[in-house]
T-cell receptor, first 108, second 115 residues
Framework: QQPVQSPQAVILREGEDAVINCSSS?????VHWYRQKHGEAPVFLMI?????EQKGHEKISASFNEKKQQSSLYLTASQLSYSGTYFC?????????FGKGTKLTVNP | NAGVMQNPRHLVRRRGQEARLRCSPM?????VYWYRQLPEEGLKFMVY????????ESGMPKERFSAEFPKEGPSILRIQQVVRGDSAAYFC?????????????FGPGTRLTVT
């Protein structure tokens, strides 16, 4: 039931773009995205509730393809502050099941 | 508006001792979730509570672990007779009362070290 994230890790230079994918073998009703910096708590980024929904926050956006049972997180013109581990979570019976995370490193 | 609060932030216990972790949800939130995170790994769901009720404890080990969320006071995650394998970061999250939007806000976590 755990969603699968890809890639596991990505290294970028400041200003480059990245896409992080999250897919599930089960039907998805919602997808949650969080970012966690080392030694800190996960921080909520966004939640997508409907198939086809897209959301954005500054230069981070996400899409949700219900039919394909997947969501993608898009980071545009990455900044140093984007570094961290990104987790997607899928809601199953009112609890979140998280993927293993994608570690993003943005270098100057 | 204070966020989710957890204490202690760091806890060291010897094998066989008890660990008590506390979580105060955000104001207005009555749903509390506990997660465990091992180094370099993802968040594993443990238990979901509402005031005075355990809703889902499917992620809790059957023995030594218990959780409560009393009518007054913080939620408590209790680990009895700790073992080295219990060493991890334990995060608490809370969500609003409204349905249809299970947005969860995480506390800073308690890092438990069992020696």
């Amino acid at each position: 039931q755990q969603p699968v994230q890809s890639p596991q890790a990505v290294i970028l230079r400041e200003g480059e773009d990245a896409v992080i994918n999250c897919s599930s073998s089960k039907a998805l009703y919602s997808v949650h995205w969080y970012r966690q910096k080392h030694g800190e708590a996960p921080v909520f980024l966004m939640i997508l509730l409907k198939g086809g929904e897209q959301k954005g926050h500054e230069k981070i956006s996400a899409s949700f393809n219900e039919k394909k049972q997947q969501s993608s997180l898009y980071l545009t013109a990455s900044q140093l502050s984007y570094s961290g581990t990104y987790f997607c979570g899928t809601e199953i019976s009112e609890k979140l099941v998280f993927g293993k995370g994608t570690k993003l490193t943005v270098n100057p | 508006n204070a966020g989710v609060m957890q204490n202690p932030r760091h806890l060291v216990r010897r094998r066989g001792q008890e660990a008590r972790l506390r979580c105060s949800p955000m104001k207005g939130h009555s749903h509390v979730y506990w997660y465990r995170q091992l180094p370099e790994e993802g968040l594993k769901f443990m238990v979901y509570l509402q005031k005075e009720n355990i809703i889902d404890e499917s992620g809790m080990p059957k023995e030594r672990f218990s959780a409560e969320f009393p009518k007054e006071g913080p939620s408590i995650l209790r680990i009895q007779q700790v073992v080295r394998g219990d060493s991890a970061a334990y995060f608490c999250a809370s969500s609003p009362d409204m349905t249809g939007n299970n947005e969860q806000y995480f506390g800073p976590g308690t890092r438990l070290t069992v020696t």
